[in-house]
C-alpha cells in the first residue's frame, strides 16, 4: 500500500471531483486479457480487493492502472525467423531479400503471438481532492504519463499537468549541499548523484556518505550538477529528490509503522489505515517540499 516513488501532477480547479461518477468512468476501461494477436493490454484494474475501481477515503482517491503484455522475447522471434529463412532459401536456391526478411519476421512474430505467456503489472494513483494534486506510484515520467492519458480518456475533464516550481530542484539542490544544510524540516542525507555538464557527463555518486566534505563542494563549483539527492522530511520520510522533481525511494520511518501496526484489525482496517496515514504525510511533505522549492509557477 505505501508508495515506493512520486511524480506529481497538479489538479486543474475546475475538476470536479464526483466519486461515483470517476468509478463508473474508470469501470468503462477495465483491463483485459490481451487478445490472440494482441502483444499489449491497458485498463483500470481494483486498487483494493473490494470489487471497485474507485478506492475513496477521507477526501482521498485511489485508483490502479494495469499492464498486460505478451512475454515474447526478440531472441526466440529471431530463431525461428533464423530458421524459417534457412527452410525457404534452400527451397528456392537463393538469399531472401530485405523486405521479404521484414516481412517474413512480422510474419513469424504473428505466428507465435496466440502461444505467447502474459505478465501483468500495475501501478497506483492517489488524488488529493481537497489539495488538488495527483501522485503517481513511480519513479519514471513515460509511465506516469501513459497511466495519465489512460485516465484523461476515461475522464476528458482530468487534464492534469505536472507540477513544476518556480526554482529549479537541481540548482536548489546545489545551493543546499553548498551552504551544508536543507532549509526546514528537511535534512541532508547520505546519497547523492551529481553529473558534468560538458560532454563527457562525468558522473559522481555517493551512497550512504557523508556529504559534508570539501569534495562534494568542489564538484559543485567545478560546474557538476545535481541530479539526485537524498532528503529525510521532519523525521518521518526520507526519500531521493531528483532534479526533474520525481520522488524516488519513499521510506516511511519507524514512527509511521509503529502507528499503523498498532491499529491492526483486520486486513481492510489495516489497508484503511495505512492509506489515511500514508496520504496524511505524504501531503504535508509534498506542500512543504513545493515551498521550499519557491512555490509553484503559474501554469496558466
Known sequence: MWFKNAVIYRVPNDWVANGDDLEQKLSL??????????????????????????????????????????????????????????????????????????DLREQVTTELLPRALSKRASMAAWIDVKNKFLVVDTGADKKSESLMEALRRADDTMQAKRIDTEMSPGSVMSQWLLSGDAP?????????????????????????????????????????????????????????????????????????????????????EQFEMDFVLMTGELSLMIADLVSVLGGEKNQS
Open 184 to 268: 526546514g524540516v528537511f535534512t541532508i542525507d547520505q546519497d547523492l548523484e551529481l553529473c558534468s555538464l560538458d560532454a563527457s557527463r562525468a558522473t559522481v555518486r555517493y551512497v550512504r556518505h557523508s556529504l559534508e566534505g570539501k569534495e562534494i563542494k568542489d564538484h559543485i563549483l567545478a560546474g557538476k550538477k545535481t541530479l539526485q539527492l537524498g532528503l529525510t522530511w521532519n523525521d518521518r520520510i526520507s526519500f531521493i529528490l531528483t532534479d526533474q522533481l520525481q520522488i524516488k525511494k519513499i521510506s516511511f520511518l519507524n514512527i509511521l509503522k509503529r502507528e499503523s501496526d498498532a491499529k491492526i484489525e483486520n486486513d481492510l
Open 29 to 102: 476501461q477495465p483491463l483485459q486479457p490481451c487478445g490472440g494477436f494482441q502483444m499489449e493490454s491497458q485498463g483500470w484494474t481494483f486498487p483494493h480487493e473490494d470489487g471497485v475501481f474507485l478506492y475513496q477515503q477521507m477526501g482521498h482517491y485511489l485508483i490502479n492502472f494495469g499492464v498486460e503484455q505478451k512475454l515474447l522475447p526478440s531472441t526466440v522471434i529471431r530463431q525461428h525467423t533464423k530458421d524459417r529463412v534457412a527452410e525457404i532459401e534452400k527451397q528456392i536456391g537463393h538469399p531472401l531479400g530485405r523486405k521479404q526478411m521484414r
